[in-house]
């Protein structure tokens, strides 16, 4: 059962359960408590953290507001990734638009 805490996003921290589904750090005690979510406890520069089973963290979501709930928290995610991915690329478009400007100007000159 050990292996599903290191297959790739199977698991995320506490604060990335709060900011993708909506849950304060005290429904998430709270369900820790009551054993429906496992956890891993970590620390970073000296700060604690709690890796959960993604999952688990979704079965809570619905519980807590029902299938659609869960469905409308994933397609925000999805959305906010996709939105800054496309800021991304835009920036980085941009940067090439400059260079290649400033290649014609070279070659022209």
């Known amino acids: 059962m050990d292996s599903i805490w290191r297959q790739k996003g199977a698991t995320l921290s506490d604060k990335s359960a709060r900011q993708e589904?909506?849950?304060t750090?005290?429904?998430?005690?709270a369900a820790m408590r009551a054993g429906k979510l496992q956890f891993r406890e970590s620390n970073m520069h000296g700060n604690p953290w709690f890796?959960?089973?993604r999952h688990e963290v979704e079965a809570l979501v619905t519980e807590k507001g029902g299938q659609d709930h869960l469905h409308k928290k994933?397609?925000?995610k999805e959305l906010a990734d996709i939105d800054k991915e496309a800021?991304?690329?835009?920036?980085r478009l941009r940067a090439?638009?400059?260079?290649?400007a400033e290649l014609i100007e070279e070659l022209d000159g």
Do not use: C
């Not at 800021?87 to 920036?91: D, E, P």
């Not at 090439?96 to 290649?100: K, N, P």
């Open 51 to 53: 890796r959960l089973l």
């Open 87 to 91: 800021r991304k690329i835009k920036s």
């Open 96 to 100: 090439i638009e400059r260079r290649r």
């Open 21 to 23: 589904f909506g849950l």
């Open 74 to 76: 994933k397609l925000q």
């Open 25 to 29: 750090q005290d429904e998430i005690f």
